[in-house]
């Protein structure tokens, strides 16, 4: 916890003993059956550190203290338990992960208050939220009764969730491994996740970031992935489609292509 947070005052804390339960059972799970493409240990991982990178930015704005934060860091570390492959729908998954998280957070001591911020972040992680999330955070909506920090984690969660994804080249390969994942399970949007339109669908979902994701420059790399998907069609939505379908490789090469310029442009 202090490793992902760059605070050393953290490393006692009840929240650090539940983060380092929890992140022995998702190895020990792991370890123990056949991961999941994309639901893994990996994607774990890079969810807690983009979690732990976001609320230290928070944490030097000013916008979250540091308990709240390390109990973000706690929530991304259980937010995928048990999760069994399938696409979202209706807060299951959340639910299921909570439910899997909640007795770790009381054998470690953790307060019932603490342990409610915990898994009520791992329920905002549900992609639905993540709209009513952002406005939240934002003011745009009533907040939260514990405050503007709970309705900033929210958010961050669901930021930290997909940061990998959000990013141009590794975005790809995370959407081909969600794909994987879902035609394991037979579900019948498999190919879709992984299509150019579909890919734009998830760009779509991110139109509004909290400020130390905009300090990164994340809503400008969103912003710009979207705009290479009009480059030489009337829309995002026209070169997407036109994109899929066209061959694979070259649509591909085609599309970073436009990222590049578009990137490299005054």
């Known amino acids: 916890m202090e490793d992902v947070l760059g605070d050393a005052s953290l490393a006692e804390t009840p929240a650090a003993g539940a983060a380092r339960a929890l992140a022995a059972a998702v190895q020990a799970e792991g370890a123990f059956r056949p991961e999941l493409p994309y639901h893994n240990r990996h994607h774990v991982a890079e969810a807690v550190m983009a979690m732990g990178l976001l609320c230290a930015l928070a944490r030097l704005g000013g916008l979250l203290d540091a308990p709240m934060s390390t109990l973000g860091v706690v929530a991304m570390v259980g937010h995928d338990r048990g999760h069994d492959g399938s696409p979202p729908g209706d807060g299951r998954l959340e639910r299921l992960a909570a439910e899997l998280t909640r007795p770790v957070l009381a054998a470690a ?23 009513i999330n952002a406005a939240r955070a934002a003011g745009c ?73 905009e300090s990164l420059g994340l809503s400008r790399l969103v912003g ?43």
């Not at 019932?112 to 992609?127: G, Y």
């Not at 907040?143 to 984690?153: M, Q, S, T, V, Y």
């Open 141 to 213: 909506v009533p907040a939260d009764p514990r405050g503007h920090g709970f309705d900033l984690l929210c958010q961050l969660a669901n930021e930290a969730d997909v940061f990998a994804s959000l990013l141009p080249s590794r975005g790809w390969r995370m959407g081909a491994a969600l794909a994987a994942e879902w035609r394991m399970g037979g579900h019948a949007r498999a190919e879709a996740v992984a299509s150019f339109s579909g890919r734009l669908g998830f760009l779509r979902l991110y139109r509004r970031f909290s400020p130390p994701a």
């Open 224 to 266: 710009q992935q979207v705009a290479a998907f009009a480059w030489g069609a009337a829309s995002p939505e026209e070169g997407a489609a036109a994109l899929d379908r066209m061959p694979r490789p070259a649509a591909h090469r085609r599309y970073m292509d436009a990222l590049d310029a578009i990137q490299e442009a005054p």
């Open 109 to 131: 001591g953790l307060g019932a208050a603490e342990s409610l911020v915990v898994t009520d972040v791992i329920l905002a992680t549900d992609p639905a939220c993540v709209a």
